[in-house]
């Protein structure tokens, strides 16, 4: 019978520096969405408790001490362990430090980047997965265009203005379902996404998964994300 992932690892260790003055005193997991007086990684540990997730590794770095002391005070839905790279790893080095503390290693594991919002069925993702066989599958989201569209025809007339459009790429959203073998794939330090995912890409072990037809995403990046989050998350309330 297949079963999805009950261990996950949240990469919350970036600076936010776009996120400014936010990230000032705290870490960009760590800024609230508008509204919901919840940070970021506290709506993230929810959605993956909600989606069968019972131990998450938090990898912390920029000011780990105020995302460590709302982790220990918080009511949170599932069991966290905190970890912090004494040395800077790069993102394949700190995804295996992470690893490396999770509770079951001979089974599969989700990881996400701290920084997203998003909420779709990571069961469906899992079940995907192991269709696929694959080592490691992404997630892939197709994100609007910040600018304005402009269509034309053939003869160079503009026919029409398309206000963000969906962008005709696919692009990596930050959340991932690894295999028990990924983890020993991963580079003591440096960057995964320039040898490991390449090198499995290359063997047909590296699978995409695209976010369902209405599936929530966004990067939270710059202060416009967080005041359009907090729109959208009006909306749909």
Known sequence: MHTSPTQAVVLAGGQGSRLRPYTD?????????????????????????????????????????VLQ???????????????????????????????AHLPDPDRPWYATNGDIWTRFSLREMAEFHTERDATATLALARPRIPWGAV????????????EAPPSPYLINA????????????????????RTTFP????ERRLAGFPLPQGAYWRAIDTAKDLTEAAKELAAQA
């Open 174 to 193: 930050g959340v991932y379902v690894f295999s028990p073998a990924f983890t020993d794939l991963l580079p003591e330090r440096g960057d995964h996404e």
């Open 69 to 99: 002391e709302w982790l220990e005070t918080a009511d949170l839905p599932l069991k966290v362990t905190t970890v912090v790279e004494s040395e800077p790893l790069g993102r394949g080095g700190g995804l295996k430090y992470a690893a």
């Open 199 to 202: 090198r499995l890409a290359r």
């Open 151 to 162: 269509e034309t025809d053939a003869f160079g007339h503009i026919t029409d203005f398309i």
């Open 25 to 65: 005193d705290r870490p960009k997991p760590m800024v609230e969405i508008p509204g919901t007086g919840t940070p970021i990684i506290g709506h993230q540990l929810s959605w993956l408790a909600a989606e069968g997730v019972t131990d998450a590794v938090v990898s912390c770095g920029h000011l780990a001490e």
